[in-house]
Nanobody, 115 residues
Framework: QVQLVESGGGLVQAGGSLRLACAAS????????MAWYCQAPGKQRELVATISSGGSTNYADSVKGRFTISRDNAKKTVYLQMNNLKAEDTAVYYC?????????WGQGTQVTVSS
């Protein structure tokens, strides 16, 4: 199992930016799918963005053009650059990886966007 630790959340005004980081406890070189999810109060956790081992990315429609997911295999870290933040982006953001049939989650980092 992979331990994941998210960081970079905080309070920001609408239109601002944040960069989230997810540090893994082991090499991520061979891990194909890595992802960021978010969960707003009273809502289900939903997929924000994914990145493959080859660098292919996918985004939820609500964040396309504003968020960018990337990975640095040497640093065992996945990032989520969040630009032009909106109040509706307020949520706890979680990092996720699947190795074999085992899904691992971080503890989450709070992002709060004030309007």
């Amino acid at each position: 199992q992979v331990q994941l630790v998210e960081s970079g959340g905080g309070l920001v005004q609408a239109g601002g930016s944040l960069r989230l980081a997810c540090a893994a406890s082991r090499s991520i070189f061979s891990i194909n799918a890595m992802a960021w999810y978010c969960q707003a109060p009273g809502k289900q956790r939903e997929l924000v963005a994914t990145i493959s081992s080859g660098g292919s990315t996918n985004y939820a429609d609500s964040v396309k053009g504003r968020f960018t997911i990337s990975r640095d295999n040497a640093k065992k870290t996945v990032y989520l650059q969040m630009n032009n933040l909106k109040a509706e982006d307020t949520a706890v953001y979680y990092c996720n990886v699947i190795v074999g049939s085992v899904a691992s989650w971080g503890q989450g980092t709070q992002v709060t966007v004030s309007s």
